[in-house]
Nanobody
Framework: QVQLVESGGGLVQPGGSLRLSCTAS????????MGWYRQAPGKQRDLVAI???????NYADSVKGRFTISRDNAKNTVYLQMNSLKPEDTAVYYC????????????WGQGTQVTVSS
């Protein structure tokens, strides 16, 4: 069973930075796409950033220029570097990975809380 474990969340002041990590229990090369969603209280889960197995990235408009997604295949880890954080970035951040073979299977991490507040 594939497991994704996030870490790196916490409390940070506006304008600060955090780096989230998502480590898979196995080779992340199995995932065609990996990425991050976030969910604020009372709101739907929104896509934040994605990265393909080939390294192509895409971002939500709200985080472009501030967040960077990257992957280290040797460490089976995907990162989300978050800079210039704003209070509206406060949410639980979830890592996911899509494995596409005869069908697509999506795996989720358990989530990590990010709180941006002074």
């Amino acid at each position: 069973q594939v497991q994704l474990v996030e870490s790196g969340g916490g409390l940070v002041q506006p304008g600060g930075s955090l780096r989230l990590s998502c480590t898979a229990s196995g080779n992340i090369g199995r995932f065609n796409v990996m990425g991050w969603y976030r969910q604020a209280p009372g709101k739907q889960r929104d896509l934040v950033a994605i990265i393909s197995s080939g390294g192509t990235t895409n971002y939500a408009d709200s985080v472009k220029g501030r967040f960077t997604i990257s992957r280290d295949n040797a460490k089976n880890t995907v990162y989300l570097q978050m800079n210039s954080l704003k209070p509206e970035d406060t949410a639980v951040y979830y890592c996911y990975g899509d494995q596409i073979a005869t069908k697509m299977v999506r795996y989720w991490g358990q989530g990590t809380q990010v709180t941006v507040s002074s």
